[in-house]
């Protein structure tokens, strides 16, 4: 089954413990993306990558790193998590984004809630 | 700043109407429009996308409509059912450069009644 996997589901930790989320996509996507949604904020993006080996940073990345050292995985690192990082956190991928227009909609996977105390 | 406007938090009607949610948007040049559905506990599933020399697409009982001189598009769910119940988001792709340009609204939570 074509899939965005995200591990864990549910994280619960304290302030300055390092953690990761990890994203893996079975579709061989050139392109992922992680956001994070906060209620009334909507769907932020935090980092993407358009291939292996390259990463930018979106809207709100600070306090994240992201690595693409293989098509298939998307790993969201937290160095060193905040109460303000306490967030629902989504992976997405897409086939290929070669903006502006030749652009395809996103698989997201099924969410990973983190509640950083 | 760019931003994205969904009509309302929560909109409930009967079943067998017609749901219309609306998304409306400022300080952008969209290149096209996304519609997801989002589940509770679950990932945002994509829906429809429409162009923005497209006025109207349909698919099934849905129907989304792209006004550029308003500003605005308009989704239309028709003989709506329980199982619609869902919040759906509008996401909008603009012609600036880099991959950076997709931009989610807050979202619309349907609910359908019996």
């Known amino acids: 089954e074509a899939q965005v996997t995200q591990n864990p589901r549910y994280l619960i930790t304290v302030t300055g413990k390092k953690l990761t989320v990890t994203c893996s996509q079975n579709?061989?996507?050139?392109?992922m993306s992680w956001y994070r949604q906060d209620p009334g904020l909507g769907l932020r993006q935090i980092y993407y990558?358009?291939?292996?080996?390259?990463?930018d940073k979106g809207d709100v990345p600070e306090g994240y790193k992201v690595s693409r050292k293989e098509k298939r995985n998307f790993p969201l690192i937290l160095e060193s998590p905040s109460p303000n990082q306490t967030s629902l956190y989504f992976c997405?991928?897409?086939?290929?984004?070669?903006?502006?227009?030749?652009?395809?909609?996103?698989?997201f996977g099924n969410g990973t809630r983190l509640t950083v105390t | 700043s760019q931003k994205i406007e969904q009509n309302s938090e929560a909109l409930n009607i009967q079943e067998g109407k017609t749901a219309t949610l609306t998304c409306n948007y400022t300080?952008?040049?969209?290149?096209?429009l996304q519609w997801y559905r989002q589940d509770p506990g679950r990932g945002p599933v994509f829906l429809l996308l429409?162009?923005?020399?497209?006025k109207e697409k349909r698919k099934e009982r849905l129907k989304v409509t792209f006004d550029t001189t308003l500003k605005q598009s308009l989704f239309h769910i028709t003989a709506s059912q329980p199982a619609d119940s869902a919040t759906y988001l509008c996401?909008?792709?603009?012609?600036?450069?880099?991959?950076?340009?997709?931009?989610f609204g807050t979202g619309t939570r349907l609910t359908v009644i019996p």
């Open positions: 997405a991928s897409s086939p290929r984004r070669v903006p502006p227009r030749d652009n395809s909609p996103l698989h």
């Open positions: 579709m061989n996507h050139e392109y």
């Open positions: 990558s358009m291939n292996v080996e390259v990463t």
């Open positions: 300080n952008y040049s969209p290149a096209y």
């Open positions: 429409i162009r923005e020399n497209e």
């Open positions: 996401a909008l792709e603009t012609l600036q450069t880099g991959a950076n340009n997709l931009f």
